[in-house]
């Protein structure tokens, strides 16, 4: 029985000739097979008793992992799911379960497999539809000197047309390729939960995605723009096509209540998000560096920090001679302390930026975020393509000479309108990133 479900075959579009429109590149480009290195938080979930099987899920603290029901348990059906027919029977023993951070999953090194202590599965039924998710426990703590655990979005409900980024271990088609961890940027949200209105899919519980989950990507999650998990991966039609999700929002109560266990078990202190408190990862502990703030009285430091009008945190002094924490750096302008990665600044890949989104353009190359119908704006100058969801810089027009000028330029006159290159970048395509995929049924 194969229990996977990835992210969808896509295509770039027609090739473009040389010296066409500025291209915008957003993120790690998978196309061709690369692997995607950075996303360790995601991982997979493979069984000693299952020679097919290989699930994702996403780490959501140092010793538990959001997945779905179906890579914890058989259902009653083998092909396909009928909401409000298909259900689930017990869950898999620990035992038979492992979870590895490796970038290949199956041909990567064994030693880096995690066993199972427990599995958790919802309350309530054993019904297929909107019941899809499921917690792993490990028997021991994933050290942040290995990777660090990604928030799950439990005090905020998904919004149609949402841009959202999927990972997995899926396939690259419908029949090959599940094993590596890979990505794709730049979806949207197809509907929320109630405004899908389908016969295939929960009502309350569930939400459709733009496109592509194949096998191996079941239990993967879907990534807002601040890399919170806001879905996991359930199942879709062949082609890597209508991907469904189960909203993580709809089950906050009970991933709360699983996580401040599993923190017990792990002897640690559970995340805020746990408490109650805001899953926004910029938020921090209050008061200390990163925190959010308005003020440097609220700040323990007494310095609150403005990376931009619309980012500002808890930072400290600094100067030209003196040094910053790790992956901060002194604006000297300021004199203050400022997070590595934020919207504008130079990268060369998706690991250089805070949320992971990496654009060249013909303004540079520099870390960039979503924008447009979930309300997310984009910090001045920058602007919004709308059709893409992504924020970009306006290039600086190019400075001539002044021909007919006598002596020595005074001055000089752009070779073309800002607003002309404006619209160049506008009808700039997105290279979208074309992870693996494969035909999902029941993924």
């Known amino acids: 029985m194969s229990l996977v479900a990835s992210i969808s075959c896509g295509t770039n579009g027609p090739d473009r000739q040389p010296g066409a429109e500025p291209v915008m590149v957003i993120g790690q480009s998978i196309a061709g097979g690369e692997p995607d290195t950075v996303d360790k938080f995601v991982v997979a979930i493979l069984s000693t008793s299952i020679a097919t099987y290989i699930c994702s899920?996403?780490?959501?603290?140092?010793?538990?992992?959001?997945?779905?029901?179906?890579?914890?348990?058989?259902?009653?059906?083998?092909?396909?799911?009928?909401?409000?027919?298909?259900?689930?029977?017990?869950?898999?023993?620990?035992?038979?379960?492992?979870?590895?951070?490796?970038?290949?999953?199956?041909?990567?090194?064994?030693?880096g497999f995690r066993p199972v202590a427990e599995v958790f599965v919802p309350p309530g039924s054993d019904e297929f539809c909107g019941y899809d998710v499921a917690l792993i426990r490990l028997k021991d703590n994933i050290t942040s000197g290995e990777t660090n655990p990604i928030n799950p979005r439990v005090d905020q409900d998904v919004v149609d047309n949402e841009v959202y980024k999927a990972v997995g271990y899926g396939n690259v088609n419908d029949q090959s390729g599940a094993g590596w961890r890979r990505m794709r940027e730049g979806l949207k949200v197809k509907c929320a939960p109630g405004n899908c209105g389908s016969y295939y899919i929960d009502q309350t519980r569930e939400w459709e995605g733009e496109t592509g989950i194949c096998h191996g990507d079941s239990g993967g999650p879907a990534l807002d723009s601040k890399g919170r998990v806001i879905g996991v991966v359930s199942r879709g039609n062949s082609g890597c096509s209508k991907p469904i999700y189960g909203g993580v929002f709809g089950w906050a109560a009970w991933i709360k209540s699983v996580a401040a266990e599993a923190a017990k078990a792990g002897d640690y202190e559970p995340a805020p998000w746990v408490k109650g408190e805001s899953s926004d990862p910029a938020v921090g502990i209050l008061g200390q560096p990163g925190a959010k703030c308005t003020k440097g009285e609220e700040c323990k430091s007494?310095?609150?920090?403005?990376?931009?009008?619309?980012?500002?945190?808890?930072?400290?002094?600094?100067?030209?001679?003196?040094?910053?924490?790790?992956?901060?750096?002194?604006?000297?302008?300021?004199?203050?302390?400022?997070?590595?990665?934020?919207?504008?600044?130079?990268?060369?890949?998706?690991?250089?930026?805070?949320?992971?989104?990496?654009?060249?353009?013909?303004?540079?190359?520099?870390?960039?975020?979503?924008?447009?119908?979930?309300?997310?704006?984009?910090?001045?100058?920058?602007?919004?393509?709308?059709?893409?969801?992504?924020?970009?810089?306006?290039?600086?027009?190019?400075?001539?000479?002044?021909?007919?000028?006598?002596?020595?330029?005074?001055?000089?006159?752009?070779?073309?309108?800002?607003?002309?290159?404006?619209?160049?970048?506008?009808?700039?395509?997105?290279?979208?990133?074309?992870?693996?995929?494969?035909?999902?049924?029941?993924?």
């Open 57 to 111: 899920g996403s780490l959501i603290a140092p010793n538990l992992v959001l997945t779905a029901h179906h890579c914890v348990a058989t259902t009653s059906t083998d092909q396909g799911v009928e909401c409000g027919w298909t259900t689930f029977s017990e869950p898999y023993s620990p035992a038979s379960l492992y979870v590895t951070m490796s970038t290949d999953a199956i041909g990567g090194p064994k030693t």
């Open 302 to 443: 007494g310095t609150c920090a403005a990376e931009n009008e619309q980012t500002s945190y808890c930072s400290m002094v600094c100067t030209a001679e003196t040094s910053c924490p790790d992956k901060w750096f002194c604006d000297t302008d300021q004199g203050v302390c400022i997070q590595r990665g934020g919207f504008g600044q130079k990268c060369e890949s998706p690991a250089d930026c805070r949320n992971g989104m990496c654009v060249a353009d013909a303004a540079g190359s520099y870390c960039t975020q979503a924008c447009g119908d979930a309300g997310a704006v984009c910090p001045e100058p920058a602007l919004c393509a709308q059709d893409k969801g992504w924020c970009y810089l306006p290039p600086s027009p190019p400075v001539v000479v002044d021909a007919d000028s006598s002596g020595c330029s005074v001055g000089g006159r752009a070779s073309a309108p800002w607003y002309f290159a404006l619209a160049l970048i506008g009808l700039g395509r997105l290279r979208r990133l074309r992870p693996r995929a494969s035909r999902l049924g029941l993924p």
